[in-house]
């Protein structure tokens, strides 16, 4: 049966991005790359609250405190504490920032935050630039502060994911049309055996995903119009339709995990850039929450 969206935040992103549901909260927070905001949708009220940054804002992910999440900027990963909109410590930087931004960026099952970059394409003012992709790097910051590279060589980082068992991991190049399979090993946090996993998919590029339980990749298609669910063995099994072509990520929300929330681009017709949601058949998986140990 095909699900049927609703939006359920008209906010008008120009790139809506990095969702991550919080359930202490109830709510889902998630990100307008170019207008550098972070959004809270409380999913009892029904409320949008907004905080305006000075750099563009690409992702979020949750920590082992639930009053911190981690914002992912352009040029540096920081720790955030929404109650007080307070600004903490720097957890990584970025070397190549301003000619490089980072991009998608999600926490493994043993606590480490992994974040992919690509060549910035937001000026000073949020504006759009025309730039070559190419240069972009996998990284993983572990919750000693350690750092290492996995990937180089990246048009656009997107997708990061993790198989319900932690043995896979998915990651994309939206510009090459591939999402690509790893062999994950949880104890080391090492990603190894790289192969396409899903290449070639004829409706948009890949952009964000999220797993559900019974391990299907829900992936966000930029320029397609849809969010797709594709089975473990790389065949795409569903399509979740939508009313705007720039569907940019997606994550389970909601008490028991079966509202999937969809993030769009602001370019195009008039619900494009607002926030969407689906009830779906299929359970997701809890987000990670990253390792503070000492750097809370």
Not at 138 to 161: F, M
Not at 211 to 236: E, H, K, T
Not at 283 to 292: R, S, V, Y
């Amino acid at each position: 049966m095909p699900q049927k969206f609703v939006c359920v935040a008209p906010v008008g992103d120009h790139c809506g991005e990095g969702a991550v549901w919080h359930s202490g909260e109830r709510a889902l927070y998630w990100t307008d790359i170019n207008r550098f905001l972070i959004h809270r949708f409380d999913e009892a009220t029904k409320s949008v609250r907004t905080w305006m940054f000075d750099e563009p804002v690409t992702a979020l992910t949750l920590t082992e405190r639930d009053d911190t999440l981690i914002a992912i900027f352009g040029s540096k990963a920081q720790f955030w504490q929404p109650a007080s909109n307070t600004l903490g410590r720097v957890l990584f930087r970025l070397p190549a920032w301003p000619t490089m931004r980072c991009n998608d960026a999600r926490v493994d099952p043993r606590g480490s935050l992994w974040i992919g970059s690509m060549r910035n394409n937001v000026g000073v003012e949020g504006e759009e630039l025309d730039v070559a992709f190419s240069e972009g790097v996998l990284y993983r910051v572990d919750p000693d502060g350690q750092v290492s590279e996995w990937k180089r060589e990246v048009g656009i980082s997107n997708t990061v994911a993790w198989s319900p068992g932690g043995d896979v991991f998915y990651f994309a190049d939206t510009p090459t049309n591939i999402i690509y399979a790893f062999d994950y090993d949880i104890s080391s946090g090492a990603i190894s055996r790289e192969r396409p996993f899903l290449a070639g998919f004829e409706r948009g590029l890949p952009d964000g995903s999220a797993v559900d339980s019974r391990g299907f990749l829900w992936n966000a298609r930029y320029g397609g119009g849809c969010v797709v669910g594709i089975a473990p063995d790389g065949s795409v099994q569903r399509t979740i339709e939508l009313p705007v072509a720039n569907a940019t990520t997606c994550t389970f929300g909601g008490v028991d995990r079966r509202t999937l929330y969809i993030t769009t681009a602001g370019m195009g017709p008039r619900l494009a850039g607002s926030l969407f949601a689906v009830t779906m058949d299929t359970e997701g998986m809890a987000e990670n929450h990253f390792g503070l140990q000492t750097n809370g």
